[in-house]
């Protein structure tokens, strides 16, 4: 039986193998970037995502998940400022949390991690190794997260301290590793602290909320890796990503939109080059008309010429990022101190 369409213009019906190859894709890799999403998609309709279909086919298929509490959003990777699409839970049950594959004490150290993580105040978005491995279980027995992700709390689960106190931490760094290799967290600054993977940015949007979680001042999303404004009377942040839109116009204002205090203009130019280049390395295949291999080659002897004439000057900005780190600084104990 050929699968079922729908026609162009008409009512939304049954999905047809187009959506299935769609929702498969993230079911089967997880989160991926948008530019792969984009990919398959103009592989699979040979249109491209900003034709009206695109839309279209994402209302199609979340009106049919939405039934079974499922949702395919996207998101942005705060540590890298790429938008990710992924499959994400929209309810939380005794039901869905039976779908889980951790245990109480893995929930009770990742929940504990999360929590320190959304508490740091530096803007860093990320804890240590060590706190991590430090994080006390029994303090997460009787408080539940309330997530939307299928690692529910164990709040309403049947407690076992015994469990959580043999803990040791062998186990815990097994699982630290483990929910990496999930995307439930991820390792930076060369794997020496632990932030939020993009899993967790799909599924704790809601529990981001009702936690009163600090928004960026640009896209009113959780504001968990961020810039933060040099006036420290001044609570706005802003998504690294986010900074280099609304700095992007060359007339723009490099102001905070709030205070008015200058913001960081350097590290803004800097880093909107770095990330030119990452997504010329991250480009979908197949999305695009092939390069000429001799403007290719020119364009690499340019780049490579351009490297080695950075490499050989200093760095400017290395002076101002201590001034930076000790005004966040004070505003964290001052905050610590508050509390």
């Known amino acids: 039986m050929p699968p079922l369409q729908r026609e162009e213009g008409g009512p939304a019906s049954v999905l047809n193998w187009r959506h299935h190859a769609l929702i498969q894709a993230l079911l089967s890799r997880g989160p991926i970037k948008d530019n792969q999403f984009h990919s398959f998609f ?14 279209d086919y994402l209302l199609d298929i979340n009106k049919q998940l939405a039934y079974v509490q499922l949702d ?5 990777n705060q540590y890298d400022g790429k938008a990710y699409y992924g499959v994400a839970n929209n309810f939380a049950d005794d039901q869905s949390k039976l779908g889980t594959k951790y245990t109480v004490p893995q929930i009770a150290l990742y ?3 999360i929590e320190a993580i959304v508490q740091d105040s530096s803007g860093e978005g990320s804890i240590s190794n060590t706190e991590a491995l430090n994080v006390q279980l029994e303090n997460q027995v009787s408080t539940g997260m309330g997530s939307q992700s299928q690692m529910q709390s164990p709040g309403n689960l049947t407690q076992v301290p ?10 815990k760094d097994k699982t630290i590793e483990e929910l990496i290799r999930d995307q439930w967290l991820c390792a930076i600054s060369n794997g020496q602290r ?11 949007r809601c529990w981001f909320h009702s936690n009163e979680v ?11 890796k961020v810039e933060l404004c040099q006036n420290e ?19 723009a204002k490099k102001v905070c939109p709030r205070c008015g205090v200058q913001w960081h203009v ?30 290719r080659k020119r364009s690499r002897v340019s780049q490579q010429h351009q490297q080695n004439t950075q490499e050989s000057k200093p760095i400017s900005s290395a002076s101002s990022n201590p001034v930076a780190n000790t005004r966040r600084s004070t505003r964290s104990s001052a905050r610590q101190h508050a509390a």
Do not use: W
């Open 42 to 55: 103009y592989q699979l309709t040979g249109k491209t995502p900003d034709h009206r279909s695109f839309n």
């Open 162 to 171: 015994t469990a959580l106190k043999n803990f040791t931490m062998s186990q």
């Open 194 to 204: 632990i932030g939020l993977g993009v899993r967790s940015f799909l599924d704790l």
């Open 266 to 295: 350097a590290a803004v130019k800097r880093e909107h080059l770095e990330e030119e280049d990452n997504n010329e390395d991250d480009a979908p295949e197949n999305s695009s008309p092939p390069v000429d291999p001799s403007s």
């Open 214 to 224: 600090p928004t960026c001042e640009v896209c009113n999303e959780a504001a968990i």
């Open 72 to 76: 395919l959003r996207k998101c942005l």
């Open 233 to 251: 009377g001044c609570e706005v942040r802003m998504h690294p990503s986010c900074v280099k839109k609304k700095f992007s116009q060359t007339r």
């Open 111 to 113: 929940k504990g991690i």
